[in-house]
T-cell receptor, first 120, second 110 residues
């Protein structure tokens, strides 16, 4: 199956610092990637849709100035949590859709291994 | 009301048991359906897609009932390694992201 990597796998930082998380599709080109967040014992919640070469589409309630997304190439999307605070501590997961495998509007997505962020 | 609803469980079953999970979705425009498995502190992994005619993959059987807007997953002959959280996932027309249920936790006991 398709492989998606994330880096770093975990990060601990002080309140007020910014953290960048990378999501890469290793063996396919992903025009669209998705960023999710998961709090303990809760479901994955979509934060934003990252589109290669254009601005990301943010879900309602997600601050675009706080969660900066850059999709600079067909294999890389980055999420930067700016001025992180303890309430931003969560499990951040990206996914990528491989349009080469199937058509349609909502296809199988491949998830990265996630990044666990802890803000002290 | 949540878009995708699941019983959180936990379901505690002995090895070898048969267990079934249900999931309901609220948007009738839903187009694609999946079951994902998520182990503790790991990312979700696709278990199986769910087709209108129902489908089976080894010990796992998925069913879709569009009229009632629910999806089911049946696991036969449960193994210890089946212990995980099972996520019901729905895709909608015109929206490329997926919507996740909160998951049903399964604990298979020896």
């Amino acid at each position: 199956g398709a492989v998606v990597s994330q880096h770093p796998s975990w990060v601990i930082c002080k309140s007020g610092t910014s953290v960048k998380i990378e999501c890469r599709s290793l063996d396919f080109q992903a025009t669209t990637m998705f960023w999710y967040r998961q709090f303990p014992k809760q479901s994955l919640m979509l934060m934003a849709t990252s589109n290669e070469g254009s601005k990301a589409t943010y879900e309602q309630g997600v601050e675009k100035d706080k969660f900066l997304i850059n999709h600079a190439s067909l294999t890389l999307s980055t999420l930067t949590v700016t001025s992180a605070h303890p309430e931003d501590s969560s499990f951040y997961i990206c996914s990528a859709r491989n349009p080469g495998l199937a058509g349609g509007l909502s296809d199988t997505q491949y998830f990265g291994p996630g990044t666990r962020l802890t803000v002290l | 009301r949540k878009e995708v609803e699941q019983d959180p469980g936990p379901f505690n079953v002995p090895e070898g048991a048969t267990v079934a999970f249900n999931c309901t979705y609220s948007n009738s425009a839903s187009q694609s359906f999946f079951w994902y498995r998520q182990d503790c502190r790991k990312e979700p992994k696709l278990l199986m897609s769910v087709y209108s005619s129902g489908n089976e993959d080894g010990r796992f059987t998925a069913q879709l009932n569009r009229a009632s807007q629910y999806i089911s997953l049946l696991i036969r002959d449960s193994k210890l390694s089946d212990s995980a959280t099972y996520l019901c996932v729905v895709g909608y027309t015109g929206r490329r992201a997926l919507t996740f249920g909160s998951g049903t936790r399964l604990q298979v006991q020896p």
